[in-house]
């Protein structure tokens, strides 16, 4: 695996490159969840190139920006194991040479001011804007992206189609422990009592997607589901039910929803999110 870290190393690669690169962005701090974007990628395309970059623009003020695990070296041996053939690591001066002030913003209006957008004003601006500008630098063919980050991926999939950019956004279903907790770089922040409650999110939402795929009323569906978290010690943002494709509050007709929910344990914040059909 070949680790690229400026532009100029940058374009003397790509000049190189095949057509058909599949790339996984990622903020580094890996497990088994990014790798297996890694994989899918790996099966579809001739090359496989990551990028560990993590990126201030999408850290509010008060956020984990400082304190966001940072582990270049295991990072690059899980992708070396994991078959990627390019690791991109670049600095702040590489993605954001004008400063980050000054650089081109990116912004899905509407998609990116709701859910988890309203508790992180300016985080979705952050993401994409960093990931117009990756792939822009690497130009593959796809990007692998996890439907843990469910609202994330849903909104550079809009990015990418309201620019008219040549990469498709392909979503992966999110990997879990065997109790249910989706896989997270901030899973590292939780204590161990917190670890034994954190995969009540999940049953929570599984409940809630259950209820609803059954009939219940979804605004019933959503209270219940902030009670229960409160009852096991969360702070809950939001518990919401949403039309699976565009984020939109369900009509009565629509059948493709997903149950999404961000809540705090401790100093940890969790989002989690599960599709059903009604
Ligand atoms: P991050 O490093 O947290 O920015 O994540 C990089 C990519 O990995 C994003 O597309 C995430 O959605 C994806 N990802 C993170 N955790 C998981 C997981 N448990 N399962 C599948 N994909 C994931």
């Not at 297996?36 to 190139?49: G, N, P, Q």
């Not at 600095?91 to 998609?111: F, K, M, N, S, W």
């Not at 795929?213 to 978290?229: F, H, N, Q």
Request: include cysteine; glycine fraction near 6%.
């Amino acid at each position: 695996m070949i680790a690229v870290r400026t532009l100029t190393e940058l374009a003397a690669q790509r000049a190189q490159w095949p057509q058909d690169i599949g790339f996984v962005p990622t903020m580094g701090g890996l497990h088994e969840g990014h790798m297996a974007l890694v994989r899918r990628a790996r099966e579809a395309h001739e090359m496989v190139v990551a990028s560990v970059y993590v990126n201030p623009l999408q850290f509010g003020p008060k956020e984990d920006y400082a304190a966001y695990p940072r582990a270049e070296d295991a990072d690059c041996r899980r992708l070396a194991q994991a078959s990627a053939d390019v690791v991109f690591l670049p600095t702040d001066a590489v993605i954001y040479p004008r400063g980050r002030e000054r650089h081109t913003q990116v912004r899905v209006p509407g998609l990116s001011e709701e859910l988890c957008g309203r508790h992180r004003p300016g985080h979705f601006e952050g993401v994409t804007t960093v990931v117009a500008r990756l792939l822009g630098l690497v130009r593959p063919r796809a990007c692998y992206m996890g439907k843990k980050d469910y609202q994330q991926w849903r909104i550079v999939t809009r990015m990418v189609e309201d620019l008219g950019l040549p990469t498709a956004i392909v979503g992966v279903d999110t990997v879990r422990e065997a109790s249910g907790l989706a896989l997270s770089t901030r899973n590292a922040y939780l204590t161990p009592a917190e670890r034994v409650r954190a995969p009540v999110l999940y049953e929570v939402l599984t409940e809630g997607a259950q209820r609803a795929a059954a009939g219940a009323d979804l605004a019933d569906v959503e209270a219940a589901c902030a009670e229960r978290l409160e009852a096991s010690g969360f702070v809950p943002d939001y518990v919401a039910v949403r039309c699976a494709e565009d984020l939109a509050v369900p009509k009565a007709t629509d059948a493709d929803l997903v149950i999404l929910a961000a809540a705090r344990l401790g100093r940890t914040r969790l989002i989690d999110n599960r599709e059903f059909r009604r």
